[in-house]
């Protein structure tokens, strides 16, 4: 069964400071989602990642995949306030027509 | 706007009574995919369909039900409804079975 795991959970940071959320999983895939979801809202998709040493840049958020590692790194440079949200990376089941969930990190952005 | 329209909105009901959420996918996408998000428990995949065919389930209840209609638009059933049940459900679609998915609103059960 495919797992799921994003790191850190919760993050505190100060603007202005470079962070980085991973996201591993445990068994093979080629398709990685990035998403994003604002207190009571839904989720919006920021990145779609198909394969191996894809990388992908909006604003100030910048997402890459490495297959081989099975990890999703989203990283945030020079962060502000309007970044705090809630986000996902989301993992094709290759095979199994299913997309696996990580528990989401809770990123906070301190003025 | 995602395109994916669920209804209603919010929902409040009492424990044993059922309910039906609706949702209707964006325009062309053929596969709907049914989400539960509670505070303790993060966001939990239901079920899928595609086309009108069930093509996974996750951890969806025995109480709970869903269906994809020849016109494509999806409902959840769930009845024998429990305290632990308030969640904000969502749905998504998207064109492939695997596709990148795009999420309704959600809609907010509170039971009582």
């Known amino acids: 069964e495919l797992k799921v795991e994003q790191n850190p959970l919760f993050l505190s940071m100060q603007e202005g400071k470079n962070y980085t959320i991973y996201c591993n999983y445990s068994?093979?895939?080629?398709?990685l989602y990035w998403y994003r979801q604002d207190p009571g809202k839904s989720l919006e998709s920021l990145f779609v990642?198909?394969?191996?040493?894809a990388v992908k840049q909006e604003g100030r958020l910048m997402a890459s995949l490495d297959t081989k590692a099975r990890l999703s790194t989203l990283h945030i440079t020079a962060a502000v306030h309007d970044l705090s949200a809630t986000y996902f990376c989301a993992v094709v089941v290759q095979g199994a027509q299913k997309l696996v969930f990580g528990q989401g990190t809770r990123l906070t952005i301190n003025p | 706007d995602s395109g994916v329209t669920q209804t209603p909105k919010h929902l409040i009901t009492a424990t044993g009574q059922r309910v039906t959420l609706r949702c209707s996918p964006r325009s062309g996408d053929l596969s709907v995919y049914w989400y539960q998000q509670s505070l303790d428990q993060g966001l939990q995949f239901l079920i899928q369909y595609y086309n009108g065919e069930e093509r996974a389930k996750g951890n969806i209840l025995e109480r709970f039900s869903a269906q994809q209609f020849p016109d494509l638009h999806s409902e959840l059933n769930l009845s024998s409804l429990e305290l632990g049940d308030s969640a904000l459900y969502f749905c998504?679609?998207?064109?492939?079975?695997?596709?990148?998915?795009?999420f309704g609103e959600g809609s907010r059960l509170t039971v009582l």
């Open positions: 998504a679609s998207s064109w492939t079975v695997t596709g990148e998915l795009f």
């Open positions: 068994t093979t895939s080629d398709r």
């Open positions: 990642l198909l394969s191996n040493g």
